[in-house]
């Protein structure tokens, strides 16, 4: 007795198109993975961050908050990638401000005139977050990676999801 079998290779031309299709799709799926990871640390840290209770001259309100972003890479074979949760500091403008400036310069010559301040620049997140000799830590980023295995999951689910659509 003996069995013939026809169409095996429809089948593996088949599989290696699936495959090739999986493989051009899988950085894609990664970089959404990690930046829906990515989003859900950013949304847990958010709340935990201090905001002034009102502008000023020299600093507007809601600075910090506004500077937590997040940059994801993707490593050139494209099978694994790194996202980090940063305080950027590409939101910054400058303006100036006249006010009368008594300064002395190496020559002992008083300066005066206007003076260029960075209203969005977040330089002192990290006296905020982790505290100086005066002053207590707030933690917010602490806090925030609390929520780490929860994002863990959400890379992974996201992952998978746009895998199963590839192959669907």
Not at 89 to 118: C, E, F, H, M, W
Request: aromatic share 4%.
């Amino acid at each position: 007795m003996t069995v013939k079998i026809t169409g095996l290779s429809e089948l593996k031309k088949a599989t290696n198109a699936l495959e090739k299709k999986v493989v051009n799709h899988q950085k894609t799926a990664i970089r959404r993975g990690l930046n829906a990871g990515a989003k859900e640390l950013k949304n847990a840290i958010k709340p935990h961050v201090p905001v002034l209770a009102s502008s000023t001259r020299f600093r507007k309100s809601g600075t910090l908050k506004k500077s937590v972003r997040h940059e994801t890479t993707i490593a050139r074979s494209g099978n694994s990638g790194k996202t980090k949760i940063f305080i950027s500091d590409k939101n910054k403008t400058s303006s100036v401000i006249s006010r009368k400036r008594n300064r002395r310069d190496a020559k002992g010559r008083l300066r005066t005139g206007p003076i260029k301040v960075y209203l969005n620049d977040p330089y002192y997140w990290y006296m905020v977050d982790r505290g100086t000799v005066n002053m207590r830590g707030r933690h917010f980023m602490k806090k925030g990676e609390d929520r780490a295995s929860a994002a863990l999951e959400t890379v992974k689910r996201t992952v998978e999801n746009e895998i199963k659509k590839v192959i669907k």
